[in-house]
C-alpha cells in the first residue's frame, strides 16, 4: 500500500453501515478492512420485526443471507470482510461497552491500518455503542489517523449529527470536518457507479427501508478528522 492510499479501518455495526456511509471512499481504497461488529446470530432463532420486514422468516437465516449479501458488497470495492462475534440490540443479547471496546482494540493491533474510521453513532442504539466503544479507544491508539462518518439513512435527522459533536466536545476529542485520503485515479462517476452495484447488494436491507428510506445512501458522504484536545496541544508545541 502506498504512503498516498494506506490501509483503512471502517468500523460498521451492521453489515451495511460502511457501504451505505463510506461505499465511494471504499471504492478508491482498494484492501480497506471492514469489520462488522454485530455479526453473530443470537444463540436460540427468533423472528424479529426488522428480519420480517427484510424479508426473513427467522434470525438465523437473516444473519446467513445477510453475510452473504456483505461478502457480495465487499468483493465489489475490493474490501475485506472482518466479522466480530457481537449480536445487534433486535437479539437482545448486547455487548458492554468496556467488552466491545476491548474487542475492537485487539482487532484494530491485528490489522496493518493506519487510518481508522468509526461511526459518528447515529440515532440507533447499535451505532451509539460502537460509538462509545471506539471513544473508549481512541486516545490509546492516537497513533492511528481517526475518522468519524456520518451514517446514511439517519444523518438527515434533525440535531443528530450536531449532538454527537457536542458529545466529542465533552470528552476531549476536536472534530474538524475532512476527506480521508483516497485514491483519487478513480474518478467520481466511477465511485458513484461502484458504490451503487455495492449498495444494490444489499436486497434484503433495500426491501426493509423500502425505496423511499434509503435515498440519502447516493447523497455526499461526510467525515470528520478527529483528534484529541492534547494531540493537538502537542503538535502545535512542536511546531513552536
Same mark, same amino acid.
Given at each position: 500500500?502506498?504512503?498516498?492510499?494506506?490501509?483503512?479501518?471502517?468500523?460498521?455495526?451492521?453489515?451495511?453501515?460502511?457501504?451505505?456511509?463510506?461505499?465511494?471512499?471504499?471504492?478508491?481504497?482498494?484492501?480497506?478492512?471492514?469489520?462488522?461488529?454485530?455479526?453473530?446470530?443470537?444463540?436460540?432463532?427468533?423472528?424479529?420485526?426488522?428480519?420480517? @420486514?427484510? %424479508?426473513?422468516?427467522?434470525?438465523?437465516?437473516?444473519?446467513? /443471507?445477510?453475510?452473504?449479501? #456483505?461478502?457480495?458488497?465487499? &468483493?465489489?470495492?475490493?474490501?475485506?470482510?472482518?466479522?466480530?462475534?457481537?449480536?445487534?440490540?433486535?437479539?437482545?443479547?448486547?455487548?458492554?461497552?468496556?467488552?466491545?471496546?476491548?474487542?475492537?482494540?485487539?482487532?484494530?493491533?491485528?490489522?496493518?491500518?493506519?487510518?481508522?474510521?468509526?461511526?459518528?453513532?447515529?440515532?440507533?442504539?447499535?451505532?451509539?455503542?460502537?460509538?462509545?466503544?471506539?471513544?473508549?479507544?481512541?486516545?490509546?491508539?492516537?497513533?492511528?489517523?481517526?475518522?468519524?462518518?456520518?451514517?446514511?439513512?439517519?444523518?438527515?435527522?434533525?440535531?443528530?449529527?450536531?449532538?454527537?459533536?457536542?458529545?466529542?466536545? @465533552?470528552? %476531549?476529542?476536536?472534530?474538524?470536518?475532512?476527506?480521508?485520503? /483516497?485514491?483519487?485515479?478513480? #474518478?467520481?462517476?466511477?465511485? &458513484?457507479?461502484?458504490?451503487?452495484?455495492?449498495?444494490?447488494?444489499?436486497?434484503?436491507?433495500?426491501?426493509?427501508?423500502?425505496?423511499?428510506?434509503?435515498?440519502?445512501?447516493?447523497?455526499?458522504?461526510?467525515?470528520?478528522?478527529?483528534?484529541?484536545?492534547?494531540?493537538?496541544?502537542?503538535?502545535?508545541?512542536?511546531?513552536?
Amino acid at each position: 500500500m502506498s504512503e498516498t492510499n494506506p490501509r483503512l479501518f471502517v468500523v460498521s455495526p451492521h453489515f451495511d453501515d460502511a457501504v451505505f456511509s463510506c461505499g465511494a471512499l471504499l471504492a478508491t481504497s482498494p484492501d480497506a478492512a471492514v469489520c462488522t461488529v454485530f455479526a453473530a446470530p443470537p444463540e436460540h432463532d427468533m423472528c424479529t420485526e426488522w428480519d420480517t @420486514k427484510a %424479508g426473513f422468516a427467522g434470525a438465523y437465516e437473516s444473519v446467513h /443471507a445477510r453475510t452473504i449479501e #456483505d461478502n457480495h458488497a465487499l &468483493a465489489v470495492l475490493d474490501a475485506i470482510p472482518v466479522r466480530l462475534p457481537f449480536r445487534d440490540a433486535q437479539y437482545l443479547d448486547s455487548p458492554s461497552i468496556s467488552k466491545l471496546a476491548f474487542a475492537l482494540e485487539e482487532t484494530i493491533y491485528g490489522s496493518t491500518a493506519n487510518t481508522l474510521l468509526m461511526p459518528l453513532g447515529l440515532f440507533h442504539a447499535d451505532h451509539l455503542l460502537v460509538f462509545n466503544a471506539c471513544c473508549e479507544i481512541l486516545p490509546r491508539l492516537s497513533h492511528l489517523t481517526w475518522f468519524a462518518y456520518e451514517e446514511a439513512i439517519y444523518r438527515p435527522m434533525r440535531g443528530v449529527v450536531q449532538e454527537r459533536l457536542v458529545d466529542l466536545a @465533552k470528552r %476531549g476529542i476536536v472534530a474538524t470536518p475532512a476527506y480521508p485520503v /483516497a485514491d483519487h485515479t478513480i #474518478d467520481m462517476q466511477r465511485q &458513484a457507479l461502484m458504490k451503487r452495484e455495492a449498495v444494490s447488494a444489499y436486497t434484503s436491507q433495500l426491501r426493509a427501508f423500502g425505496p423511499q428510506g434509503y435515498a440519502d445512501v447516493f447523497a455526499s458522504e461526510r467525515y470528520w478528522r478527529l483528534d484529541t484536545a492534547r494531540g493537538i496541544a502537542a503538535a502545535r508545541r512542536s511546531r513552536t
